[in-house]
């Protein structure tokens, strides 16, 4: 069932105060104004909306890749310097994971590209190979290390991205539509995995159109559409239909069956809402 909010007492690891940004200046407007944003340590938030809504513009301004054009973006509760070594330090906390691999794949073998962010790190060869070792069994793909990357399937390609992304090590790692072109099968496996992460003390950061994916696994959810619709645990927020239909979201699937099956007195009042149908079927006996 949807996980409880077990992060409101924890405290900020990456945060934006009063974000603006624009692409260009003769637009209807900013993508963001004045946006305030918070991500607590070792919690999932999800990231709503959209397209257009500012999703992607939002993870880049919080993994350094933009530089808001006012406000300010705080690690660790130090407020972020957008200069050389500000972002420096920024990136080896924060790591952002692009929705197409293919964006960021660059090397010839899954070795030689999961190593690229280590090795930039200064690390002694070491270091670096033990690094890339941890990463490549904590996805899964240990197997592939000598692989050309060019020869992956989609999903793995994914995969290799994570994994340099997570040979940093970073604190938080915010990832941009992380199942996109995944089967099911290669979801629940990503998700299993991006959960082991967690519980070793990664804050995870996703943008998603999936509110049924963000139900489920999500400790909080934030709405976007060119400015803060909402955000607040994952109950609150994606079971509200107004908030939702805002941001032209449809409703998520958990909270419409636990309506239901409390109308056919099937789950007691103040019980959570099933988050799977596999729950479902544990309700109802099936």
Do not use: C
Not at 28 to 50: S, T
Not at 180 to 195: K, Q, R, W
């Amino acid at each position: 069932m949807t996980p409880p909010d077990t992060t409101g007492n924890a405290p900020a690891v990456l945060s934006g105060s009063r974000l603006r940004f624009g692409y260009d200046a003769a637009e209807a407007g900013p993508v963001f104004d004045a946006l305030d944003v918070e991500v607590r340590r070792e919690e999932v938030l999800a990231v709503l909306g959209p397209n257009g809504g500012g999703k992607t513009t939002l993870l880049r301004l919080l993994s350094g890749s933009l530089a808001p054009q006012a406000g300010t973006v705080r690690l660790d509760g130090a407020e972020v310097r957008w200069n050389r070594r500000g972002l420096e330090e920024l990136r080896r906390s924060v790591q952002l994971v692009f929705q197409d691999p293919d964006d960021q794949l660059f090397s010839a073998s899954v070795t030689q590209d999961v190593s690229f962010g280590p090795l930039n790190q200064g690390l002694d060869t070491g270091a670096v190979r033990e690094r890339v070792a941890w990463a490549l069994e904590a996805l899964g793909i240990t197997a592939l290390a000598d692989q050309p990357t060019h020869l992956l399937s989609y999903g793995q390609r994914k995969r290799v991205v994570l994994a340099g992304a997570v040979a940093m090590r970073p604190s938080v790692l915010i990832l941009d539509e992380p199942t996109a072109g995944l089967d099911p099968a290669g979801v629940e496996s990503l998700l299993e995995t991006l959960e082991g992460l967690r519980s070793a003390g990664t804050t995870l950061v996703v943008s998603t159109h999936d509110v049924d994916l963000a139900y489920r696994w999500a400790d909080r959810a934030l709405l976007l559409d060119r400015g803060l619709l909402g955000v607040g645990p994952v109950p609150e927020i994606l079971g509200d239909p107004s908030l939702l239909a805002a941001a032209r979201l449809r409703p998520a699937w958990g909270p419409a069956v636990g309506r239901a099956l409390r109308k056919a007195a099937l789950l007691p009042d103040g019980a959570p809402d099933p988050a799977t149908p596999e729950e479902v079927a544990e309700i109802t006996g099936e």
